[in-house]
T-cell receptor
Framework: DQQVKQNSPSLSVQEGRISILNCDYT??????FLWYKKYPAEGPTFLIS?????DKNEDGRFTVFLNKSAKHLSLHIVPSQPGDSAVYFC?????????????FGKGTHLIIQP | KAGVTQTPRYLIKTRGQQVTLSCSPI?????VSWYQQTPGQGLQFLFE???????NKGNFPGRFSGRQFSNSRSEMNVSTLELGDSALYLC?????????????FGSGTRLTVV
């Protein structure tokens, strides 16, 4: 049973527009969420995180929104650039419960079209 | 500063053999986690070590084991290799378990079991 779901395997966005990547989770014990970006043949690179006590966190072009009641989070990239083309993973953990590391979604392949 | 270093980068083993993978965390980081990435299952948590003690363990058989040394370097071992163990094995480090800046991943070891 997948506890973190990224329902869009791929997403194509025009350069300069907004990219919105979505993630849903089922475990109500999750209290910390992260987004990672991955290029082929490299490990995931940390992008941005959000604690469950917040509903928004911004870092430059990247903003993560958390809707706890809907168990949904999203990553907004504005404006999208060609270098943003990569696979994006949503991850969650239950820090308060000391549970099992990070639980990852299966990723969304973002393609930025020129 | 140097990132997370994983060795070797690539490995080919025969079914039934055992393998040891190595991870050197970022200097000063005391928490090391291991993940398995496969096309079908995505990124799955194996285990996490902090100050030489295993804190958490994912849902993997006992053939998968690990340890952490006093210098925070970590090794993971897989015994009696099966074809399904072919995967990218990723190591991640953080200053302490689940810091706000997220985990830093290495580039991984690509294990192929034939």
């Amino acid at each position: 049973d997948q506890q973190v779901k990224q329902n869009s395997p791929s997403l194509s966005v025009q350069e300069g527009r907004i990219s919105i990547l979505n993630c849903d989770y089922t475990n109500s014990m999750f209290d910390y969420f992260l987004w990672y970006k991955k290029y082929p043949a490299e490990g995931p690179t940390f992008l941005i995180s959000i604690s469950s006590i917040k509903d928004k966190n911004e870092d430059g072009r990247f903003t993560v929104f958390l809707n706890k009641s809907a168990k949904h989070l999203s990553l907004h990239i504005v404006p999208s650039q060609p270098g943003d083309s990569a696979v994006y993973f949503c991850a969650a953990s239950a820090r308060g419960g000391g549970a099992d590391g990070l639980t990852f979604g299966k990723g969304t392949h973002l393609i930025i079209q020129p | 500063k140097a990132g997370v270093t994983q060795t070797p980068r690539y490995l080919i083993k025969t079914r039934g053999q055992q393998v040891t993978l190595s991870c050197s965390p970022i200097s000063g980081h005391r928490s090391v986690s291991w993940y398995q990435q496969t096309p079908g299952q995505g990124l799955q948590f194996l285990f996490e070590y902090f100050s030489e003690t295993q804190r958490n363990k994912g849902n993997f058989p006992g053939r998968f084991s690990g340890r952490q040394f006093s210098n925070s370097r970590s090794e993971m071992n897989v015994s009696t290799l099966e074809l399904g163990d072919s995967a990218l094995y990723l190591c991640a480090s953080s200053g302490s378990p689940a810091e706000d800046y997220g985990y830093t991943f290495g580039s991984g070891t690509r294990l192929t079991v034939v």
